[in-house]
């Protein structure tokens, strides 16, 4: 007679369930620790042609003013000439999204203070896609960075819309929602459309801008806000191994 000793493996995973999130991520105001908010512009001297003022390098850049009058366009006084474009920035650190999550709705808003929406100019407002050399801060550089971002975030809200006694909102297209970073900074620009398109609007001696409230802003009731609605990871599976031993007699 002879014992054997058998062994059963059990594997079993334990899974979890995931609920959808949603978070709403501000600008840091300054002094900046990951993220931040601001302009950049080209102009403030001479007449500039058009294509000049859109493909400059930029000649100034503010992250630490609380309200900022950007975007803005400025048409001078001797006829077709340009002499101030700005373009806006908005920084997020949505890091805490985490990596392998899934982002289903998102809604990027800013709180405007006053207006100014000539009619020949005719502008609308334009959320794309932003570049910039930090993330705590916005360059000069910047201005130049940016110029290529055309793809529409979430379609164009023509001037004459933007609220100036609270937020208005834009809510993201699937470009917009690939663009919302899951382990780092979602960067997102606010523009007039005409330059994004680089197409030159009429031009008369005066200007459309629209004053938007920054990080720097005391408190968050009107801060930039991006506002994220996402599904984290599930966790992995964990395989478990049991092993049970008895003697049968053969």
Known sequence: MRKLLATIFLFFSITSTTFAVTTTFFPDPNPETTS?????EQGGGAGLSWTAITVGSGSGADSSTASQVSPYLFGEAAAN???TMR???FLFDTSAIGAGATVSSSTFSFNA???VDNATLNQSIAIVGASTTLNTSIAIADYALTASATQRYSPDVDLG???TTGYSHFLL?????NNVSLTSITKIGVRFHSEVNRVEPTWVASNSNVTIDHAETAGTATDPKLVVTYTAAAAAS????????W???E
């Open 173 to 177: 297209n699937s470009d917009g929602l």
């Open 81 to 83: 000439t340009w002499s």
């Open 161 to 163: 819309l933007i609220s």
């Open 113 to 115: 203070t006053a207006k």
């Open 36 to 40: 931040t908010d601001g302009r950049a």
């Open 87 to 89: 373009r806006t920035f």
């Open 238 to 245: 964990s395989p478990s191994i049991e092993s049970d031993f």
């Open 247 to 249: 003697p049968w007699e």
